[in-house]
């Protein structure tokens, strides 16, 4: 507990005996203890090493949106258990309870500094954000009223894969996905992937590593197989920093990697780049 | 080739030894045996039929990873008349865990593209057990451009047990290669037909699969994680595969259920290994016939088809409607 001895704790003017138990966070990437007021301070940035914990998506909504102007689509949809799946039915009734949400994906209308966007964005706390009928379907429709109202397309990543509950209809929604991308694409509409903590599996196979421009939170993991599979199936040690998003970008996945801090202002500036010309507001 | 009989086949395999003993014992000898080798004949006919009629989702699941069964270049060998395999993705090197190139069913021509196992030890290092690297989703991809330049339909033959998990694999973006297949298929202007021959592995077997028509073979299997990796996670002991390869509804028939799947080709009794030709007569026909509707259609009718094809896809509830 040796990390506890100097807590600056001081400027949030509270004394360390005010503190609740159980509000400490450990840093998943460097294993820092990070105070839950101070997180809140930063943006959920650990101090010591720059990760950047999971926001809820109604905190990322907070931090990029042009305050006041989300307006959330389909909020509706609800959840199918099209397999009888175990269990399926009971998970996604706790997770919603647990959660607030109605499903792993939130979308709609909005505007970045006066550009109108459309934006999707995904919440890890709800069955690990894995992509199912409802997932794909949200995603789906949101890239298509994209298209159709000529506006640009950003998409917050963060996901366990595509939903094993749902079967092989959770597969499709990858290929249902990318090809409303394909026609987002050809109406010569920007799209802007932003990959946050962790993004892997059918997701990262699909809509999430289709960007015009892909954006990643700093160590944030992004893969395709887990690293516990890669190791299980290659006999081999991980390098070092193996599926960081530090990593990606060295390998070419990633354009930028950008703290939370500075999200909103990169994705106007970019936006204002690549919206047709006269829409955008740079 | 000899085919070794899986777990389940066992008490057909016992009659047949039965059978072959009496006849056997019984050649060269005076007494007459007939009635009862007509009896465990009869009874042999019986429990193949109890047998091979009610498989099992992890009995097919079984079936479809036979070693002896048909792989991509035995259909190519048994269905085409020519195939000239082209190499490579122009930038890191060639998979030979998905051949691909020109060929001809009948008269034809089309491009062909499909993973490809290895039946022992030394063809599987090499084919890495029909699971490709991006270099083959970004050749495949390649060569169907290629194809659509020609004027040409594609062929897809799916068999893998998923896109390879590896270091490399991930250093050269996988997902990348497979996400980008499944946007470029849904705009590519020919035709494309693609069959799930053997096992269909979650995004490995997608990233060649957005089609005009899919179809698969009766004992083949598609899912979105294999049974053990379902079983994994869900009970915690890949064990109970059995149980999750009946949980997911991977079977051919369940997903013509489901919609995905646009036709079932039917096998051989108890599977493609036991009689390939049969199994190439029947995938050629359904090759045929469906490169033949798909290829009437003008392309602006197929492209939107195949996209309201694919998103169409999905159950959940919609109150506003
Ligand atoms: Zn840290």
Request: hydrophobic share 40%; with cysteine; net charge neutral.
């Given at each position: 507990m040796g990390i506890f001895k100097k807590p600056s704790l001081k400027a949030f003017g509270r004394k360390k005996q005010d503190m609740p138990e159980g509000l400490w966070h450990k840093c998943p990437h460097c294993g820092a203890m990070n105070h839950q007021l101070e997180l809140e301070e930063q943006l959920r940035i650990c101090k010591e090493c720059d990760y950047h914990f999971k926001l809820s998506s109604q905190e990322r909504i907070d931090?990029?949106?042009?305050?006041g102007t989300f307006q959330e689509i389909h909020p509706k949809l609800a959840t199918v258990d099209a397999l009888k799946f175990q269990d399926y039915a009971s998970k996604v009734k706790k997770y919603k309870k647990l959660t607030g949400l109605q499903e792993a994906v939130v979308t709609g209308r909005a505007k970045i500094n006066g550009n109108p966007v459309v934006l999707g964005i995904m919440d890890f706390r709800f069955l690990g954000a894995s992509m199912g009928s409802v997932v794909g379907e949200k995603i789906t429709r949101a890239i298509e009223l994209a298209t159709q109202e000529r506006a640009g397309l950003i998409l917050f990543s963060a996901s366990g894969g595509a939903r094993m509950h749902e079967g092989i209809l959770s597969l499709m929604q990858m290929a249902k996905t990318s090809g409303a991308l394909a026609?987002?694409?050809?109406?010569?509409?920007?799209?802007?992937?932003?990959?946050?903590?962790?993004?892997?599996?059918?997701?990262?196979?699909?809509?999430?590593?289709?960007?015009?421009?892909?954006?990643?939170?700093?160590?944030?993991?992004?893969?395709?197989?887990?690293?516990?599979?890669?190791?299980?199936?290659?006999?081999?040690n991980l390098p070092p920093g193996f599926q960081t998003a530090e990593f990606m970008m060295e390998h070419g996945l990633v354009d930028l990697i950008v703290s939370r801090t500075e999200m909103k202002d990169h994705l106007s500036r970019l936006l204002g780049y690549m919206m047709p010309s006269g829409s955008a507001v740079s | 080739m000899d085919v070794t009989p899986l777990e389940f086949e066992k008490p057909i395999v016992e009659l047949e030894r039965q059978l072959a003993a009496l006849k056997e014992s019984s050649s060269g000898q005076e007494i007459d045996v007939s009635k009862?080798?007509?009896?465990?004949?009869?009874?042999?006919?019986?429990?193949?039929?109890?047998?091979?009629?009610k498989l099992t989702a992890w009995q097919r699941v079984q079936i479809a990873r036979h070693p002896a069964r048909p792989f991509m270049l035995d259909y190519v060998s048994h269905c085409f008349d020519d195939f000239i395999e082209l190499h490579g993705d122009r930038h890191i090197g060639d998979d030979q865990a998905m051949p691909a190139g020109f060929a001809r069913l009948d008269s034809r021509k089309c491009m062909l593209v499909g993973h490809q196992k290895g039946r022992d030890t030394k063809e599987n290092l090499k084919r890495n057990f029909g699971s490709a690297?991006?270099?083959?989703?970004?050749?495949a991809l390649r060569l169907m451009r290629l194809?659509?330049?020609?004027?040409?339909?594609?062929?897809?033959?799916?068999?893998?047990?998923?896109?390879?998990?590896?270091?490399?694999?991930?250093?050269?973006?996988?997902a990348e290669a497979i996400a980008f297949n499944l946007r470029e298929m849904m705009t590519l202007e020919i035709p494309i037909v693609a069959v799930v021959i053997g096992e269909g592995g979650s995004g490995g077997a997608l990233g060649i699969g957005?089609?005009?028509?899919?179809?698969m073979l009766e004992n083949a299997y598609y899912s979105v994680i294999?049974?053990?990796?379902?079983?994994?996670?869900?009970?915690?002991?890949?064990?109970?595969?059995?149980?999750?390869?009946?949980?997911?509804?991977l079977t051919a028939t369940d997903l013509k259920r489901l919609g995905v799947v646009d036709e079932v080709i039917p096998e051989p009794e108890g599977g493609a290994q036991y009689d390939r030709d049969a199994a190439a007569a029947n995938l050629k026909d359904a090759l045929v016939r469906n490169l033949n509707e798909v290829s009437a259609k003008p392309v602006a009718k197929l492209l939107e088809e195949r996209y309201q094809k694919f998103r169409a896809f999905g159950e959940y509830e919609d109150p506003v409607k």
């Open positions: 931090l990029i949106v042009d305050s026609r987002h694409a050809a109406a010569r509409l920007p799209y802007i992937s932003v990959l946050t903590d962790p993004t892997t599996g059918g997701v990262t196979a699909s809509f999430a590593t289709l960007g015009d421009i892909i954006m990643a939170e700093p160590r944030c993991m992004i893969g395709f197989a887990g690293p516990r599979v890669v190791k299980e199936t290659t006999h081999q | 009862e080798i007509a009896a465990i004949e009869a009874k042999i006919k019986k429990t193949r039929k109890e047998i091979y009629s690297n991006p270099e083959g989703y970004r050749k194809a659509e330049k020609f004027g040409m339909p594609v062929v897809a033959l799916i068999d893998t047990p998923g896109a390879y998990p590896g270091i490399g694999a991930e250093e050269r973006n996988i957005v089609a005009d028509r899919v179809l294999s049974p053990e990796g379902c079983a994994a996670i869900l009970w915690k002991d890949r064990q109970f595969a059995p149980e999750a390869a009946e949980a997911m509804k």
